[in-house]
C-alpha cells in the first residue's frame, strides 16, 4: 500500500492558499465517517509520483497525518487549465463496513494464447473502467479478463466476470459488454512464392525487350521516306 505524508493547514484565505502552493505544496481536505472534515497540505512533488502510478484513483494509500496514519481513498484531483499541474486534492476516509462506489480499471491477460488474437483479431475494448459498489476493504485492485483460448466472435459481459461476494457494479438490469474480439478488419494480401515473383519479373523484361524492338523497326521503315 502507498503512503503519502501530509500536514493539517490552517489557511484562512485565498492568498493564504496560493502562498502555499507557491512553496511547492498542494492543498487537500479529508472527509467521510464520523469524524470532522480535515484540511491537509500535501507536497506536490510527492503527490505527483504518485498520481503518476496506474490506477491512483482506485487504489487505497495510507495518509499520515501529523504523524497519525489512516487508510483513505483519493477521491478528486483538480488541476489547472494551462499548466495541468494538480491544485487540490480530496480524499475519503475508508471506514470499515461502509459500501462506496468506485470504477476499477479493466485488466486483459493472455493475449498470447488466444488463437483469434493469433489470426489477427482485434480486441475492440468497450469499457475500461467498471464502476463498482462494495465494502471500503473489499475494493478489488482490478477486473481481470483472461483471453486464454479466445477466438474471433466471443464477448465478454459483465456476467462473465466473477467478483467477490458484496461487490457489484452499479449498472444493474443488464448484461453490458466490457469487450469483444472482431475480426480483422484489413485482409492482408497472400505474399507471392518467390518462383511465381521471379517469372513475373522476366516476362516483364521480354514484354519490355520487344517494346524496344518494335521501335526500331518502325524507325527504319520511317527512314527511306524521309530521303525522298
Known sequence: MN??????????????VRSLRLAGNIPGIVYGGTEENQKVTIL??????????ENFLSNIITLNL??????VLPREITYNVVSDEPTHIDFLRVVPGV????EVPVQFINHETSPGLKRGGVLNIVRRKIEL????EKIPEAIVIDLNGIEIGESFKISSVKLEEG????????????ATLAAPTVVKEVEKPAEAAAEEA????????SSDGDKKEGE???????KK
Open 44 to 53: 506536490k512533488k510527492t503527490l505527483k509520483i504518485l498520481i503518476a502510478k
Open 99 to 102: 459500501k462506496i462506489r468506485i
Open 220 to 226: 527504319e521503315k520511317k527512314a527511306p521516306e524521309e
Open 202 to 209: 522476366t516476362d516483364g523484361k521480354d514484354a519490355a525487350s
Open 66 to 71: 501529523d504523524g497519525k496514519p489512516q487508510n
Open 133 to 136: 459498489k462494495c465494502l471500503s
Open 3 to 16: 503512503s503519502l505524508e501530509a500536514n493539517t493547514r490552517s489557511t484562512k484565505s485565498k492568498g493564504d
Open 167 to 178: 461487490v457489484a457494479p452499479t449498472i444493474i438490469g443488464r448484461d453490458f459488454v466490457i
